[in-house]
Antibody
Framework: EVQLVESGGGLVQPGGSLRLSCAAS????????MDWVRQAPVKGLEWIAR??????????VYAASVKGRFTISRDDSKNSLYLQMDNLRAEDTAVYYC??????????????WGQGTLVSVSS | DIQMTQSPSSLSASVGDRVTITCRAS??????LVWYQQKPEKAPKSLIY???SLQSGVPSRFSGSGSGTDFTLTISSLQPEDFAIYYC?????????FGQGTRLEI
């Protein structure tokens, strides 16, 4: 079964840091691009970061809202994706999802998604 | 950034109804569009990819159409389990962007 499981969420003070993890299983993790997507309380979905695969030099792309503060990384030997979040702000409060970018014949979709991990930024 | 605008924002319907949700992109995105369904306290789930291809395991009452800037998600005969929020997403260009969501109330 293809599965993603996030961990590492919690309560952190403004200006603090947190590292999220996403453990993948059931597919060849190293072949796929991986994303972080977040959802603020009672809000919509916001894509925030992408890690391309080894064939694409593990290059990364970020949304403007997190660029310079968040760092996406991966360890293919551990089938794991990470999100290092620094200088956190109240507006970063959200459920954070990791998602596999599944592409076939040139078309793509985010599938599956993990169950999400809640990050709360508050003093 | 490519803006994705969904309409309506919310919709009340009855079991058996035919429902259509629209998604408009601020610039052409070809067929680089995915529809997701999100139920309360759950992660989103892909329904339709490449604007009109049905994800494996998704009931055939769901269908998608469109290309360029205008897209639709249609549910041909609503079932009680279809109560959810529906999002469109474009991956034509970075940043990847989502519509604001359509809340479907049965």
């Amino acid at each position: 079964e293809v599965q993603l499981v996030e961990s590492g969420g919690g309560l952190v003070q403004p200006g603090g840091s947190l590292r999220l993890s996403c453990a993948a299983s059931g597919f060849s993790f190293s072949d796929h691009y991986m994303d972080w997507v977040r959802q603020a309380p009672v809000k919509g979905l916001e894509w925030i970061a992408r890690s391309r695969n080894k064939a694409n030099s593990y290059s990364t792309v970020y949304a403007a809202s997190v660029k310079g503060r968040f760092t996406i990384s991966r360890d293919d030997s551990k089938n794991s994706l990470y999100l290092q979040m620094d200088n956190l702000r109240a507006e970063d409060t959200a459920v954070y999802y990791c998602a596999r970018l599944y592409c076939a014949s040139g078309v793509c979709q985010s599938a599956p998604w993990g169950q999400g991990t809640l990050v709360s930024v508050s003093s | 950034d490519i803006q994705m605008t969904q309409s309506p924002s919310s919709l009340s319907a009855s079991v058996g109804d035919r429902v259509t949700i629209t998604c408009r992109a601020s610039q052409g995105i070809g067929s680089s569009l995915v529809w997701y369904q999100q139920k309360p306290e759950k992660a989103p789930k892909s329904l339709i990819y490449a604007a009109s291809s049905l994800q494996s395991g998704v009931p055939s009452r769901f269908s998608g159409s469109g290309s360029g800037t205008d897209f639709t998600l249609t549910i041909s005969s609503l079932q009680p389990e279809d109560f959810a929020i529906y999002y469109c997403q474009q991956y034509h260009d970075y940043p990847v962007t989502f519509g604001q969501g359509t809340r479907l109330e049965i």
